[in-house]
């Protein structure tokens, strides 16, 4: 899966949407992105990537682009 699709996914899921996201959105376009669904997001993308993510990386997540740029760097 590509990685911007991929991060989509990551995102729709953690965020309990039905509708789809874009690479586009982040936190203020999407209205379900909270505190809570920020967590829940985290631990999507640890399981994804099989790892912990650094406290640097959980602060720097605030788009779809972000998190594609976390599932595969040299791809978003």
Known sequence: ???EA???AIVAEALG???PVDIGDDM???GAWDSLAHMRLILGIEAALGRT???DEI???TSVR???QLVDP???
Do not use: E, K, N, W
């Open 1 to 3: 899966m590509h990685p």
């Open 6 to 8: 991929r991060a989509c």
């Open 17 to 19: 949407l039905q509708s």
């Open 28 to 30: 203020g376009t999407l």
């Open 53 to 55: 993510l650094s406290a």
């Open 59 to 61: 602060a720097s997540i």
């Open 66 to 68: 972000d998190v594609a």
């Open 74 to 76: 040299r791809g978003a």
